[in-house]
C-alpha cells in the first residue's frame, strides 16, 4: 500500500511510519501542490523534487539568482510502486490561515483521485482529508405549516459527491457529523445541541424550527473520527485546576470519558447558533482567581467567539487561558483586521488545537488515533 502526501508535509511521511506498526510493504510518496498568485492550484504527482538554477545577465556577465525546486519531469517510481500495488491512501492536509482554502482541497481530492485511477491504474484510492472542508450535515428548517425558514449549506452533500466519484473511502477528524461519536456518516442524523422532538416525532431545532435533514447516507463512503477526547486529555492534563468555559454536551461527554479522574468545574456560556461577526457572547463568568480557564470547540474559524470570551474571561483572574480546538483554521478575520492566530495570540491565551490541518500551534498529534481507528473499523481491505 502506498501512502502520497504533500511534499514537505510530515503527516503522510508519519502515517506511513506508523501504518507500517501493523501492515508490511506499506511505502510514502510525496506530491507537490502549488497555488499560484492568481489562485489557480498545480498538482503534479512527483517522486522527488529537483534543484533548478536560475541565471541572470548582468554587465559582469552571468550571474547566480538563486536556486527553486520544480517538479521532476516524470513520475516512473510512483508508477511502478502503484503497478505492484494498486492501493492507495491519499493525505489532502491544508494549511490554516491564508493557505487554506477548502475549495482547492476539495478540488485536490477530486483530480488527484481521478489522476490515480484514471492515469496511473490505481484500484483502490484511501482519501483522507483530516480536515474535511464544509463538513457540517445539510439541513433545511421548516415552520410548522413546512414552510422554509432557513437553510445550512448545501456545499458539503456535492463535495461528497464529487470525492466519491472516483475515491472508495473518504475518512476524516470531523466533528460536526458525529458529534460525540464516531463512524459512518449516516442519513437522518442531527448534530444541532438541544434537538427535540415535537408530537409528530418531527426533530425541532433550539429555536422550536422543524429540522429536515437533507444528507445522503454516507455509510460505507464517508468515516468520521472524533478527536475531542483525545484533544481534551491533552490539554486539561497539562492543567492544575480546569475550569471549563461555555462546553456543549459533546465536550462535556468528551471530557467525562477521557478524563473521568480530573475535577472539572463548568461554567455556562450562552450563545446565538446563527452567531456572526457582528454579534458578541452573551457570558456569565465567576470569579475564576485560582483556576486555568479553558474554552474547548471543534474548530477555530475567524476566532470571534472565542476572542470574546477570553477577553471576558481575563477580567475574572485566573490564572490561565487556554483555546484548544480540533481543527485549527484561523482564517483572516475581517471585521478585525488580522487572522485569528494573531487576535488570539495577542490575548495571551495559550492556544492549542490538533495536527488536522498544519498549524503554528499543532500539538496534539491525531495520526496514531488515525491508524488504530483504520485498522479497529477495518476500513482498509
Known amino acids: 500500500m502506498i501512502v502520497l502526501g504533500r511534499y514537505g508535509d510530515p503527516f503522510a511521511k508519519n502515517l506511513s511510519e506508523e501504518l507500517q506498526k501493523y501492515r508490511e510493504n506499506i511505502s510514502y510518496h510525496p506530491y507537490n501542490y502549488t497555488i499560484f498568485p492568481n489562485g489557480e492550484p498545480l498538482i503534479r504527482i512527483a517522486d522527488e523534487p529537483y534543484m533548478e538554477i536560475t541565471m541572470a545577465i548582468t554587465k559582469k556577465g552571468l550571474s547566480l539568482m538563486g536556486a527553486d525546486i520544480r517538479f521532476p519531469p516524470t513520475s516512473e517510481k510512483i ?17 490554516s490561515g491564508s493557505e487554506w482554502r477548502p475549495v482547492y482541497e476539495v478540488w485536490n481530492a477530486w483530480v488527484t483521485s481521478k489522476y490515480l ?17 464544509f463538513g457540517k450535515q445539510d439541513k433545511l428548517f421548516y415552520d410548522e405549516d413546512d414552510n422554509l425558514v432557513d437553510g445550512a449549506p448545501i456545499t458539503v452533500r456535492y463535495a461528497r459527491e464529487l470525492l466519491r466519484e472516483y475515491a472508495d473511502l473518504l475518512v476524516s477528524f470531523n466533528p460536526h457529523d458525529f458529534r460525540d461519536k464516531t463512524g459512518w456518516i449516516k442519513k437522518g442524523e442531527t448534530t444541532i445541541p438541544g434537538a427535540s422532538k415535537d408530537k409528530k416525532g418531527r426533530v ?80 456569565e463568568l465567576p470569579d475564576m482567581k485560582g483556576y486555568d480557564a479553558v474554552l474547548f470547540d471543534d474548530t477555530i474559524q475567524a476566532g470571534t467567539t472565542m476572542y470574546n470570551v477570553v477577553e471576558e474571561a481575563k477580567k475574572r483572574n485566573p490564572k490561565s487561558i487556554t483555546c484548544a480546538a480540533v481543527h485549527g483554521e484561523f482564517v483572516f478575520n475581517k471585521k478585525l483586521g488580522k487572522s485569528a492566530y494573531d487576535l488570539l495570540k495577542e490575548t495571551g491565551a495559550d492556544i492549542v488545537v490538533t495536527n488536522t490541518i498544519d498549524t503554528p500551534v499543532s500539538k496534539v498529534d491525531v495520526v496514531p488515533l488515525l491508524v488504530e481507528e483504520l485498522y479497529s473499523a477495518k476500513l482498509l481491505k
Open 79 to 95: 508508477r511502478k510502486k502503484i503497478k505492484n500495488d494498486p492501493n492507495v491512501i491519499l493525505v489532502i492536509r491544508g494549511a
Open 117 to 133: 485511477k484514471e492515469e496511473m491504474d490505481a484500484e483502490k484510492v484511501y482519501l483522507l482529508l483530516p480536515n474535511m472542508p
Open 204 to 283: 425541532l431545532d433550539e429555536k422550536g424550527r422543524v429540522i429536515l435533514p437533507e444528507a445522503e447516507d454516507w455509510t460505507g463512503f464517508a468515516y468520521a473520527i472524533n478527536a475531542m477526547p483525545l484533544l481534551v486529555k491533552y490539554v486539561l492534563n497539562s492543567l492544575e485546576n480546569p475550569y471549563v468555559i461555555g462546553p456543549d454536551q459533546s465536550i462535556k461527554n468528551a471530557i467525562e470519558t477521557a478524563c473521568p479522574e480530573i475535577k472539572v468545574k463548568y461554567a455556562e456560556k450562552h450563545r446565538d447558533r446563527n452567531e456572526s461577526l457582528e454579534v458578541e457572547s452573551k457570558i
